[in-house]
């Protein structure tokens, strides 16, 4: 299932973002997806998920309230809504498909459970 990530970008503390990921192929209404980010010298850490229906989300605590996972199966595409940006939000942020369609916490927030990975894009928040 190839993904394309793209909408990243430069932008100040306290202002908006959003990240789009592209699937062709596969049927993705089938696949649960998620964000992940990698920061410069940090591991790849996970920042939100969405079940293949979207009626389950998940999100890592530090953006809870800020960023909104959502899907628009008809056009193939993830979203990641990010607001109030900090510049600890700085990474490359990676979208990624998870086929078994399970909608169970360590099923979407673990980066192992994934089969198919985006190219990044990179988000750069200035202070």
């Known amino acids: 299932v190839p993904l394309q990530a793209y909408g990243g970008g430069l932008v100040e503390a306290g202002d908006s973002l959003g990240l789009s990921c592209a699937a062709s192929g596969g049927t993705f209404s089938r696949y649960g997806m998620g964000w992940f980010r990698q920061a410069p010298g940090k591991e790849r850490e996970f920042v939100a998920a969405i079940s293949r229906g979207g009626s389950t989300t998940y999100y890592t605590d530090s953006v809870k309230g800020r960023f909104t996972i959502f899907r628009d199966n008809a056009k193939n595409t993830l979203y990641l809504q990010m607001d109030i940006l900090k510049p600890e939000d700085t990474a490359v942020y990676y979208c990624?498909?998870?086929?078994?369609?399970?909608?169970?916490?360590?099923?979407?927030?673990?980066?192992?459970?994934?089969?198919?990975w985006g190219q990044g894009t990179q988000v750069t928040v200035s202070s």
């Open positions: 990624a498909a998870e086929l078994s369609g399970s909608s169970r916490y360590q099923m979407l927030t673990a980066s192992n459970k994934y089969n198919y």
